[in-house]
């Protein structure tokens, strides 16, 4: 089982990333999805998830109205768009899915025991 987050990158306030999540050796489309991130000295904070249909999503309130979660099932990836980013944002973001069969958006870590190996994405000011 392998996950693998790409898109990360150094760009200026206000600006705009897409972060994209391959998954292989899963059954994606039965598999609850979700972002998280961890900045300097802090720990894993969720940011967004997505239910296996994709038809739920659930986001944290620092991002809401700014990133956007969304899967393609045919292609086994999920994404993570990024807009008027800040610099509170500046973390390293993780990918990660649920093994087990949940319905809805999945919000709390514990219940992800599937980890991608994280983005850089830096803001500055």
């Known amino acids: 089982v392998q996950l693998q987050a790409s898109g990360g990158g150094l760009v200026q306030a206000g600006g705009s990333l897409r972060l994209s999540c391959a998954a292989s050796g899963l059954t994606f489309s039965t598999t609850p999805m979700g972002w998280f991130r961890q900045a300097p000295g802090k720990g894993r904070e969720f940011v967004a998830a997505?239910?296996?249909?994709?038809?739920?999503?659930s986001y944290a309130n620092s991002v809401k109205g700014r990133f956007t979660i969304s899967r393609d099932n045919r292609k086994n990836t999920m994404y993570l768009r990024m807009n008027s980013l800040e610099p509170e944002d500046t973390a390293v973001y993780f990918c990660?899915?649920?093994?087990?069969?949940?319905?809805?958006?999945?919000?709390?870590?514990?219940?992800?025991?599937?980890w991608g190996q994280g983005t850089l994405v830096t803001v500055s000011s």
């Open positions: 990660a899915g649920v093994s087990k069969i949940l319905r809805g958006a999945v919000t709390s870590l514990v219940e992800y025991d599937v």
């Open positions: 997505i239910s296996y249909s994709g038809v739920d999503t």
